[in-house]
């Protein structure tokens, strides 16, 4: 015979019927981020290998590499740069590994994977130094370099595609901590402000080559 608690039987029927649609929101808003991290750190990967090759072609004197379109779009007048080996190897060797890094953690979440929290916060960190990084390397291909490779406009924004998509993660998963931080970042994404700062950013890039190389 199932006894009648009242109120606390009710309670736990309803917690039993409402609790795994809860469930599954979050679950839903974080996959779909993932997805975007999955998508910039696939086209990285793709990029950075291309590039290599292309890098390969160019050390050997084999000819000219597609992106040669002119003066300015031109790959081989960046590769003659020492800024295209800042690190000491060619920036394609370093983004490869790190664009397949990333890609790897996206398809661990996706597949439901429980990354710790520590995890998340050094993924999100080495997303954003590579960010900087590139950042770093439009501003010198604009006032520096003067001629620009298409291979590393499509890294810039492959790799805000990964960062834009981790904040989110990790802002849903609390990484980020109930601090000062980590409730700022809450804020900006619960506003959407995090995507239109993204956003700017690129289109600053996009001034600032555009100042660079034409003006």
């Known amino acids: 015979m199932v006894r009648d608690l009242g109120p606390l039987h009710a309670w736990s029927m309803a917690l039993t019927h409402i609790e795994p649609e809860r469930a599954l929101a979050p679950t839903r808003t974080v996959s779909r981020w993932w997805y975007v991290v999955l998508a910039g750190a696939v086209l990285g990967v793709v990029s950075t290998v291309w590039q290599t090759v292309e890098r390969i072609a160019y050390a050997s004197g084999d000819g000219s590499a597609v992106c040669d379109i002119s003066a300015v779009v031109s790959c081989s007048n960046v590769y003659s740069h020492w800024q295209s080996s800042a690190l000491g190897v060619p920036n394609s060797l370093i983004g490869l590994p790190v664009f397949a890094f990333m890609a790897s953690v996206a398809v661990s979440g996706l597949l439901g994977s429980q990354l710790s929290q520590r995890f998340l916060v050094g993924t999100l960190g080495l997303a954003l130094f590579m960010t900087g990084f590139i ?54 994404v619960d506003a959407w402000a995090d995507l239109a700062i993204w956003t700017g950013l690129l289109l600053a890039v996009g001034a600032m080559l555009f100042v660079g190389l034409v003006l």
């Open 135 to 188: 950042l770093w390397y439009m501003e010198q291909t604009a006032f520096s370099i003067g001629a620009l490779c298409l291979f590393c406009v499509a890294c810039m924004v492959n790799i805000t595609l990964v960062s834009a998509g981790l904040v989110r993660v990790a802002d849903a998963e609390g990484a980020l901590g109930d601090g000062r931080l980590g409730q700022r970042v809450h804020s900006l």
